[in-house]
């Protein structure tokens, strides 16, 4: 299915939480839209859903206009931040929910319920079918939660933070599995996230939000490595930003003409006084601390009055020395304009 | 808290303790032992004597609480349901006055609007509903008492069930309405059984206080025909001065209340 | 944040219900207020044939306001006596300090579960014997059973909201917990106190089982001076009596509801 949104303008109070938002999610794909918190990406999978009505703008689904359509008629399964699996209902009943509704008939309900917690690889845990939400893992529950939302053969499944519940460990693992089960079924999908690195490491398509707006949109890889908009590039792991410019020799001078951003794993230190191989920008810092990380050092050097993060093999020493960035890691922003590399 | 200022503190507690087992407990110990005495003699005539002539009454009670209740939860959890479902302000503040109407006020309300030539047979009559003059018997039997005991209770059960129902989160509503459940099936799916420990209390506490309902039978029965328990148990104690049997009357409904009894003894061992 | 959908079968139904919900609650005590103004009314009019606030300034005079003043006394004793008496014991709880804790916690709230008339006519019978029996002492001692119970909890809620460590903190510069007590923590709870007392005076007020056995026919306030007119047909009187009865609490529901807490609330519905 795919799904196109032009103009959409929501206002909760006096806050703007969707500023104009257009976008076209390609049938088939997995779109990552990722934010901070209070960027509108919530409000925009809600209008997705049908739960929200745009005050703007309008929703299309495979060529269909649905901004007005009830949530019920849109095809949309929603999986919630916090599963929303009802605990008097064991899981099948959670599961065949919305085949009841659709009056299936029981036979064809069961055969619906168990083909789906096959899907997602439930069918293993013998007997879990007949248990409730609160005796399952954390893992568990949010496989049931997409059972529930896939059971009903949505054209459109909508994740809400799916993975935030879960601890560290099983989340790396359950991104996985949802991007395996997405590409099984081809499902268009909307994944919604505050995790950067969760979106650039699922998705298709990413969308990245600020203020009620959609600042850069496209393949992750393109937008990690070309970030148009100051705000984006930090979002994406920019850690240092220095306002300043750099030098026909390399050195970074402080100014307030421009905004320099980098990520503190391109940032070298080097002893004071080393001679400088010519594609680097450099400035001469001084080390203020270093702590051990497991697999790095991070290092705080001041550089001027900012300090900035740079990630070493080796721990380096308080005192006098030079931070170095390559020129084609380092990202240039003139005043707010848009990105101009090198 | 020094040994000193724990005995001062104790000592000040003490006596809104000994004011309540004055006027509670002692009376209550008092009715207990009163209901197996007659004439100085330790007997169960009293109880004999209640059900020989207090017995159909004891099921008329238990009848009219038991529809009082049944009303007050069906309007109730159909009400509380629209007001978490779509929120309504002005009704839902219009359906609390009625807990601020003393019960008295109620039971003569009532009367005046139910009764055969009451208020609401001229108003069904004015308006061409029934033919004017004519009087409807609402007020004088079971029916009335139920519909009496229902408005006064109503306002508190949906007040409960609002306040537990908003306790569900929206998404497991949402999650519902997504799969095209409608007011119905999500008061009725979801919110019901996502709520069924207050909903329990609720129902609970309302058919204890019906059971017990005094002033409301009191200003509107017509003084013939079954009768509720405490009316029994009043003229039984004031007119007749036979505090036995009106003892035993009373600890009959100590006993069809004890499951209120449990209830609030949990809620303290909480 | 839920979109409506504003079908037409959702708009009727939903007016339907808001007129049935209207008339069945403003109802009843419409006809109060009708009969209220009634100077007579044969059936079977509608109306009223001649209106007039003769029975009103009835009420201004005699033994209606002889039973409202007396009603306010009772009510004004009672309140300072059940919250003076309350505090130390709802404080003690709130801390979890109580001696003998959940049997004594019980004392205080069996007297809503069980059912309140025959207790109350055991206590007659003891009233009488201790010669307490239709006098103004016994009526307020029938209604501190009532008042005890709803002081003790709402204050109880009301210091169990206060963290002990603003009380800690002030005992860690040196002050003792009965000064902690008056200086932090009664000061911080005075808006649970000033409902817990607006909540006991209306309880005295509108009090009747109890009233009616201990104190008629010597002591009579006027939830039972509007039963004895109701009983003797007065209908005019006695729907003035329930109209004024009516008025302290709908006067609170007006002010107060956004500021009174549900589980207050919860305590008016057994009034």
Same mark, same amino acid.
Request: net charge positive.
């Given at each position: ?342 | ?10 000592? /000040? ?19 207990? /032992? ?45 009400? *509380? ?5 779509? *929120? ?75 306040? /537990? ?10 999650? *519902? ?22 909903? *329990? ?70 | ?6 079908? $037409? ?163 860690? $510069? ?13 000061? $911080? ?23 009616? $056995? ?58």
């Amino acid at each position: 299915m795919e799904v196109r949104v032009e103009g959409l303008v929501k206002r909760y109070g006096r806050v703007l939480a969707l500023a104009g938002v257009n976008h076209v999610f390609p049938s088939g794909a997995l779109t990552a839209v990722v934010g901070p918190s209070g960027c509108g990406k919530t409000t925009l999978l809600r209008v997705l859903a049908g739960f929200v009505q745009p005050e703007e703008g309008r929703v299309w689904m495979d060529g269909r206009d649905v901004t007005g359509v009830p949530p019920q008629a849109r095809r949309c399964a929603l999986v919630f931040q916090n599963y929303a699996l009802w605990p008097h209902m064991t899981v099948f009943d959670n599961v065949a929910f919305g085949l009841r509704l659709q009056r299936l008939p029981a036979s064809e309900v069961e055969r619906r319920v168990r083909e789906t917690l096959a899907l997602v690889e439930l069918d293993r845990v013998p007997g879990i079918e007949r248990r409730r939400p609160k005796e399952l893992s954390g893992g568990q529950q949010q496989r049931v939660a997409l059972a529930r939302a896939l059971a009903v053969r949505p054209g459109l499944l909508l994740l809400d933070e799916p993975l935030s519940n879960l601890d560290a460990k099983v989340r790396q693992r359950v991104r996985g599995e949802i991007r395996t089960l997405q590409r099984r079924t081809g499902i268009t999908t909307v994944y919604v996230t505050h995790d950067q690195e969760e979106a650039l490491s699922i998705a298709d398509d990413l969308v990245v939000m600020d203020g009620g707006r959609i600042v850069q949109s496209g393949r992750p890889e393109e937008v990690y490595a070309h970030p148009e908009d100051p705000f984006v590039a930090e979002f994406l792991g920019s850690t240092n930003v220095l306002n300043g410019t750099v030098g026909p020799d390399g050195r970074i001078l402080p100014s307030s003409e421009g905004r320099l951003l980098f990520r503190a794993e391109d940032t070298a230190v080097w002893p004071a006084g080393q001679s400088l191989p010519p594609d680097y920008a450099w400035a001469p810092a001084e080390v203020v601390d270093c702590l051990f990380l497991g697999h790095v050092y991070r290092a705080y050097v001041r550089l001027g009055d900012t300090v900035v993060l740079a990630d070493t093999k080796a721990r380096v020493g308080p005192g006098q020395v030079v931070v170095a960035v390559p020129r084609d890691r380092l990202l240039i922003f003139s005043g707010s304009e848009p990105a101009a590399r090198r | 808290m020094n040994r000193w200022e724990r005995w001062g503190w104790t000592l /000040a507690a003490l006596p809104a303790v000994l004011v309540l087992l004055v006027t509670f407990g002692l009376p209550l110990a008092q009715s207990l /032992a009163a209901s197996f005495v007659r004439d100085g003699r330790p007997t169960l005539e009293n109880y004999a004597l209640v059900y020989r002539l207090y017995r159909q009454d004891v099921l008329y009670t238990l009848g009219v609480a038991a529809a009082g209740v049944l009303l007050t939860f069906a309007c109730g959890i159909h009400l *509380a349901g629209y007001f978490r479902l779509r *929120a309504w302000p002005w009704v839902e503040f219009l359906l609390k006055v009625p807990l601020f109407v003393p019960f008295v006020v109620t039971g003569h309300a009532m009367r005046v609007f139910l009764q055969p030539s009451g208020t609401l047979s001229l108003a069904l009559g004015a308006l061409g509903l029934v033919a004017p003059g004519t009087r409807l018997g609402l007020g004088e039997g079971w029916l009335g008492l139920v519909l009496a005991l229902t408005w006064k209770h109503l306002a508190l059960v949906v007040l409960l069930l609002v306040g /537990a129902f908003r306790a569900v989160d929206d998404s497991y509503l949402e999650a *519902a309405q997504g799969f095209g459940a409608g007011y119905l099936r999500q008061t009725w799916a979801v919110l019901v059984p996502m709520s069924a420990t207050p909903l *329990a209390l609720a129902c609970v506490l309302t058919l204890t206080s019906m059971l017990g309902s005094f002033s409301i039978p009191l200003l509107m029965s017509r003084g013939s025909g079954p009768q509720m328990l405490m009316i029994d148990l009043y003229y039984r104690f004031g007119q007749h001065g036979d505090f036995g049997v009106a003892s035993a009357l009373g600890v009959i409904s100590y006993v069809l209340a004890s499951g209120a009894v449990y209830a609030y003894l949990r809620s303290v061992a909480r | 944040m839920r979109s409506p959908s504003p079908s $037409l079968l959702g708009l009727v139904g939903r007016a339907a219900l808001g007129a049935l919900v209207l008339v069945a609650v403003v109802g009843p005590l419409l006809s109060l207020g009708l009969w209220s103004v009634a100077e007579r009314w044969h059936w079977p009019a509608p109306f009223p044939q001649q209106v007039g606030m003769k029975y009103w300034s009835r009420m201004l005079q005699g033994d209606p306001l002889r039973a409202l003043t007396r009603g306010v006394t009772i009510a004004s004793v009672t309140t300072v006596l059940a919250l003076a008496m309350a505090v130390p014991v709802a404080y003690l709880a709130a801390r979890r300090r109580l001696p003998a804790g959940p049997l004594a916690l019980a004392l205080f709230i069996l007297p809503q579960a069980f059912p309140q008339l025959p207790v109350f006519a055991s206590a007659t019978v003891l009233f009488y014997r201790w010669n307490l029996a239709g006098t103004v002492p016994g009526v307020v001692l029938i209604h501190l059973v009532g008042g005890l119970v709803y002081a003790v909890w709402t204050l109880t809620a009301a210091f169990r909201s206060i963290g002990p460590e603003l009380e800690e903190a002030a005992q860690n $510069l040196g002050a003792s917990t009965t000064r902690t007590f008056f200086r932090v923590t009664l000061p $911080l709870a005075m808006p649970g106190v000033v409902a817990s007392a607006i909540l006991v005076f209306l309880h005295s007020l509108d009090e009747f089982n109890g009233t009616l $056995l201990v104190g008629a026919p010597y002591v009579t306030t006027l939830p039972v001076y509007m039963y004895t007119a109701s009983l003797g047909y007065e209908l005019q009187i006695a729907s003035v009596t329930a109209l004024v009865l009516m008025v302290p609490g709908v006067v609170l529901l007006l002010l107060l509801e956004r500021f009174l807490r549900a589980e207050y609330l919860a305590f008016f519905g057994h009034l």
